[in-house]
């Protein structure tokens, strides 16, 4: 079952914009790694982000069709 909750389009169309969403976060995260802080705070950044956006994505992913690889 979807977890976007409309039609099939609407569900592609919502699982898009999620991706358009997560590819702005890696964006913002590689450009925080231009920034002068400890390296610490870069790692706790990532560590943090970065599950939350490969859950977003695989969401997407299977929402689009794609087949479950990863046995989540």
Same mark, same amino acid.
């Given at each position: 079952?979807? !977890?976007?909750?409309? &039609?099939?389009? /609407?569900? !592609? *169309?919502?699982? #898009?914009?999620? +991706?358009?969403? /997560?590819?702005?976060?890696?964006?913002?995260? #590689?450009?925080?790694?231009?920034?002068? +802080?400890?390296?610490?705070?870069?790692?706790?950044?990532?560590?943090?982000?970065?599950?939350?956006?490969? %859950? !977003? #994505? !695989? /969401?997407?992913?299977? *929402? #689009? @069709? @794609? *087949?479950?690889?990863? %046995? &989540?």
């Amino acid at each position: 079952m979807s !977890k976007y909750g409309g &039609t099939s389009d /609407q569900n !592609k *169309e919502c699982a #898009l914009e999620d +991706i358009g969403a /997560q590819v702005d976060r890696i964006d913002s995260l #590689l450009a925080a790694m231009s920034m002068e +802080i400890p390296a610490a705070l870069h790692l706790s950044a990532l560590k943090v982000s970065l599950p939350d956006i490969k %859950g !977003k #994505l !695989k /969401q997407a992913y299977f *929402e #689009l @069709g @794609g *087949e479950d690889f990863w %046995g &989540t």
